[in-house]
């Protein structure tokens, strides 16, 4: 059995080719036993979320029938939102178990906090690969958790971004990840004005833990795509039902955007959509089995809550490339 941490995590894994993983593995498919969420209620903090996903290589034999592949896997991850407040630490923890479908033996164990940063990214930058225009040049990251550095990464990766502006609550969180990237080919600027800096963008990532919506659809130019990775409960949002309403909408998954994401419950429960509404996850847009931006002119709009699908997809990559 082999542990790898994150420093190996980080040192193993890049973008684009991690996009590409995960382009291969939404149009292979997996075996995706439902994942586990469960709310662990603390003493005068708020409640902390534990989550677990597996999920189980998918293979076809001579008569068609699925079977495992060679590998299955869980994550075990914790969500602790009071962390930074409290002790400095990220709100996010947890591990993930990789292992044989010949022999049920674990193969390795890896640091969930770091595979978790870089599959969302890859899988946010896998979406604006179908969905942001292709001379898409200005970005702008809400939000400065661990997350952002990755996300700029990745939509760097699959588009010719050039300029990035970061908002931040804190300001002096925004300046700590532009600092993160001095080294990247990139125009990086923090900002406080968050309306006209998405008046100018061509592509919008959130990455928050907000409860109201922090992105409306009247400020959004023609062409703009929004990438909404935060607000993982139903009580969250990050994007107002203007926006929604008005975009082209696309998820990671049905299961987990239906079952979990504010962006998308809470309009759908408003009756501002319905859930038609939303044209086609990951699977269906890496297949062709839905279109993604018709014009130039489109609004898209891509919610990621997660699924097993990622985890094992990067665990599997992590794992073979050390081998």
Not at 38 to 47: F, G, K, N, T
Not at 67 to 88: C, I, Q, W
Not at 141 to 163: E, K, Q, T
Not at 200 to 218: E, F, K, V
Request: aromatic share 6%; net charge neutral; proline share 5%.
């Amino acid at each position: 059995m082999r542990f790898i941490d994150a420093d190996t995590i980080e040192k193993t894994l890049r973008f684009p080719d991690l996009v590409d993983v995960l382009e291969r593995a939404f149009r292979d498919g997996v075996i995706a036993p439902p994942r586990h969420h469960h709310s662990v209620p603390l003493d005068r903090r708020p409640a902390a979320t534990w989550l677990l996903m597996p999920a189980i290589s998918a293979a076809k034999v001579a008569d068609g029938t699925v079977v495992a592949g060679p590998y299955m896997g869980m994550k075990s991850v914790t969500v602790f939102p009071d962390n930074a407040a409290r002790s400095g630490k990220p709100a996010i923890a947890g591990m993930y178990l990789l292992l044989s479908t010949e022999t049920g033996e674990t193969l390795a164990i890896l640091d969930a906090t770091r595979l978790t940063a870089w599959r969302t990214a890859a899988a946010s930058a896998l979406a604006a690969r179908y969905l942001a225009r292709v001379d898409a040049t200005e970005m702008l990251m809400v939000g400065a958790g661990a997350l952002a550095p990755y996300l700029i990464r990745a939509h760097a990766s699959v588009r010719p971004i050039r300029r990035v502006s970061v908002w931040n609550r804190s300001r002096a969180g925004a300046e700590k990840v532009a600092a993160t990237l001095s080294e990247l080919p990139l125009e990086i600027t923090v900002v406080d004005d968050l309306q006209s800096a998405a008046r100018t963008a061509d592509l919008i990532s959130t990455a928050t833990i907000a409860s109201h919506p922090l992105i409306c659809g009247a400020w959004l130019k023609p062409g703009t795509h929004v990438d909404s990775v935060g607000a993982y409960r139903q009580d969250m949002r990050e994007t107002d039902d203007a926006l929604v309403a008005m975009a082209r909408v696309y998820v990671d998954t049905y299961a987990g955007a239906f079952g979990e994401a504010g962006d998308i419950v809470q309009p759908i429960k408003a009756g501002v959509i319905g859930k038609e509404h939303v044209r086609g996850d990951l699977a269906d847009l890496v297949s062709a089995r839905t279109s993604g931006r018709d014009t130039p002119a489109d609004i898209t709009f891509f919610k990621s809550v997660g699924a097993s699908l990622e985890d094992l997809a990067a665990a599997i990559d992590v794992y073979e490339r050390c081998r």
